[in-house]
């Protein structure tokens, strides 16, 4: 279980958080949807501190921690708790596929070197891309970066996989494979994933819980068919409004 | 055309100096070590932006960058006793100066010299690793020190290495003016050589061919060097 | 701490050697201006792929890249007497000193231009000569309205690094006997002992004429950047 609470962010003078919160519960899909500018990303990226917050409290479980004020030790506890897929894959480009995938298993979770092989190809496997694993991201596309990127993440096992609008960089053709790769985790391993994206189908067909924020709050969460299909709030109408002339 | 460039006496040259190409090796190689432990301490100031050390590692940069490299020799040379003097008394450090040899102040002068450059080359290196790759391997939480062993050393060796190369050969060339404090290196012996024989042109001819081969040696090495730690680039297996 | 180093001596004698400071400037400013024709002329010949003169264009290119300036010096401004003497020019002692450095400082800094501006006039896209060509301009004029301002817009950072190497060279001719600065400071120091201060002095003026000529530049990048239509 993870809980955030009163989230506030600014940088320099614009307040891009005002006192988010949200709960999600163990192994369930979580997907945040806004407009641009909504603070959706930065409230993602605050979770493992890669923007620090300027208030805030953290539950994870059994850990507690004020999001301001946490030290070194705790930030590197929750980093090694929870794992993110990136926009721009940023997967480590002097390593082959496998290599990304192993890396955290060896330096992170001190594991044998063939013990992670194994746990490395059979990630790789799952998201289909075990017939490329000796080839390093720049031989590969956008969505094959993209795919391996879930696997170096899901490898870990984190309590938490956080996915930072995961398809906003792909050329169309590729994006129905990274999501068909996101449903399948969804469905058989029972990872809690946070999910920010725009993908409004990927939310109806897998999501348990759809939030939605618009100028640094959260202005309603629900199921998705409560969110999506029949949304109480005016602004979350006309977000969705611009979807529906697809 | 016979007295002219006779190549019995070239040849004579090429047996005398050729001998002292090790020593302009030796102070070459052993300047960029030193100036790589230098820049490396003078990177780290200036990217954890240190307080006062920071500030201090920038000025060094500006300030040996925008000197001749003679100009930093002589302040080494004549500073150095200076300073020793203030400190420990003038008859104390006349006693340590006369056993301190010319060659010690030439690389200390042409490291303080090489070091501001490297140090601008590590920082362009290490601005050249997209930031996404430090993100990522936080992310999955690496300490900043696995971090930057694992990801952005690598990475950044691959842009760094050319632009060190290229300063390297630079060195090779400025040992030359180690002879302006009595070194006795390649380009000394040879003026010294000369002017005894009055035989500018073979001698310094021959010097500059010498000098010529080993820049194009240490090319062909760095080129190698380059070609095998860019294997990610190219997909080839290791 | 008055007779280990003397701030008076160093105040007092900065301007002496601040007079010599124009046969720096004169020699940094003449030999790149023809180092810039001497570059232009040989990256030209080689990116056209002259017969046999381009492989001497390499050759040379890589010579004046492959040994110290020290050498490149010492090697004219003592070698070449010899050669004249060869040759049957009668007294080449009359030739001046300072014809010699110029020399060999335009040879040496034309082989880096020349790189500089081979990169650079490549640089320029393939389709600008073609549009000069097919509107029936000659090569010579294509390069001389098309190509090649273009290519020292693009150049104008590189080549200013060069203008502070040359520079920075300049503080080596005092060995072949320019009178400037340096050689000043020689003749002062073996007066007073006082070598220390006098090189201080010296480095705070090049210090001075670097941040000048970086300054230049910064304008000179700014002035010819090309306007962007939609901002003016």
């Not at chain 1, 500018?37 to 409230?43: A, L, V």
């Not at chain 1, 930030?75 to 480009?93: D, K, P, S």
């Not at chain 1, 959260?218 to 709030?233: A, C, I, R, T």
Request: proline fraction near 4%.
């Amino acid at each position: 279980m993870i809980k955030v609470e009163n989230v506030h962010k600014s940088f320099g003078n614009t307040e891009v958080l005002k006192g988010v919160n949200i709960n999600v519960p163990t192994g369930s899909v979580t997907v945040i949807l806004g407009p641009s500018g909504s603070g959706k990303t930065t409230f993602l990226r605050a979770i493992n501190f890669l923007e620090p917050a300027d208030k805030g409290t953290m539950y994870i479980d059994d850990l507690v921690l004020n999001m301001a004020s946490a030290s070194k030790k705790e930030i590197l506890e929750i980093r090694r708790n929870t794992a993110m897929v990136f926009q721009n894959y940023n997967l480590f480009m002097n390593m082959t596929a496998l290599e990304n995938v192993k890396e955290g298993l060896i330096s992170v979770q001190k594991m044998a070197r063939y013990e992670a092989l194994i746990k490395a190809e059979y990630y790789l496997e799952k998201v289909g891309m075990i017939n490329r694993e000796n080839f390093y991201p720049m031989q590969l596309s956008g969505g094959q970066q993209q795919r391996i990127g879930i696997a170096r993440a899901l490898a870990l096992n984190p309590k938490v996989i956080l996915f930072d609008e995961p398809t906003s960089a792909l050329d169309p053709e590729l994006v129905g494979e990274v999501l068909e790769v996101m449903k399948k985790i969804a469905r058989e391993e029972n990872a809690t994933m946070i999910v920010v994206t725009h993908e409004i189908g990927f939310a109806k067909d897998v999501a348990d819980q759809v939030i939605f924020m618009e100028g640094g709050i959260v202005v309603e969460s629900g199921s998705p068919q409560d969110v999506l299909e029949h949304p109480k709030e005016e602004r979350t109408k006309q977000f969705l409004a611009r979807f529906t002339n697809q | 055309m016979g007295e002219f460039l006779n190549p019995a006496f070239l040849l004579e040259i090429f047996n005398y100096l050729v001998r002292y190409v090790p020593i302009t090796i030796g102070l070459a190689v052993g300047t960029m070590l030193l100036s790589c432990l230098l820049a490396l301490i003078i990177t780290i100031l200036r990217y954890n932006k240190v307080p006062l050390l920071g500030k201090l590692a920038d000025l060094y940069v500006l300030l040996c960058r925008a000197l001749p490299s003679m100009i930093l020799l002589y302040l080494v040379f004549f500073g150095i006793p200076i300073l020793l003097m203030a400190f420990s008394g003038t008859a104390k450090s006349a006693m340590l100066l006369r056993n301190i040899p010319p060659i010690a102040f030439a690389v200390c002068g042409l490291t303080l010299h090489t070091g501001a450059y490297l140090a601008e080359i590590f920082r362009g290196a290490l601005q050249s690793v997209n930031i996404g790759q430090t993100e990522a391997a936080l992310s999955i939480g690496m300490t900043w020190s696995q971090a930057f062993f694992k990801v952005i050393l690598p990475q950044a060796s691959v842009f760094a290495l050319p632009l060190m190369a290229n300063q390297f050969l630079n060195l090779l060339k400025g040992t030359s003016i180690a002879f302006m404090i009595s070194v006795m290196e390649l380009f000394g012996a040879a003026s010294v050589l000369a002017a005894d024989n009055n035989a500018y042109l073979e001698v310094y001819i021959v010097a500059a061919g010498l000098y010529w081969t080993t820049s194009i040696c240490f090319e062909k090495i760095a080129l190698r060097l380059e070609y095998n730690l860019s294997y990610f680039k190219r997909g080839a297996n290791k | 701490m008055g007779t280990i180093f003397s701030v008076e001596y160093m105040i007092k004698s900065f301007p002496t050697l601040l007079s010599l400071v124009d046969v720096t400037i004169i020699v940094t400013v003449v030999s790149d201006f023809f180092a810039i024709i001497i570059g232009c002329i040989i990256a030209l010949t080689r990116i056209n792929k002259v017969p046999i003169l381009s492989r001497l264009c390499a050759l040379y290119v890589s010579f004046i890249r492959g040994t110290p300036f020290l050498v490149q010096l010492y090697l004219i401004c003592f070698g070449m007497p010899q050669v004249l003497g060869y040759f049957g020019v009668e007294d080449p002692r009359s030739i001046p000193g300072m014809a010699y450095v110029f020399l060999v400082m335009s040879l040496h800094e034309g082989g880096y231009i020349a790189e500089i501006m081979r990169g650079s006039i490549l640089a320029v896209d393939k389709g600008q000569m073609e549009a000069a060509k097919s509107i029936g301009m000659t090569g010579f004029k294509a390069y001389t309205r098309v190509i090649l301002p273009q290519a020292f817009r693009m150049a104008i950072p590189a080549l200013g690094n060069n203008v502070i190497s040359t520079l920075k060279s300049t503080a080596l001719i005092f060995n072949v006997g320019v009178v400037d600065m340096m050689r000043r400071a020689e003749l002062m120091g073996s007066f007073s002992y006082r070598h220390l201060e006098l090189y201080v002095d010296i480095a705070i003026i090049y210090i001075g004429l670097c941040f000048i000529v970086q300054f230049g530049i910064a304008k000179l990048e700014h002035c010819t950047q090309m306007k962007n239509p939609a901002v003016s």
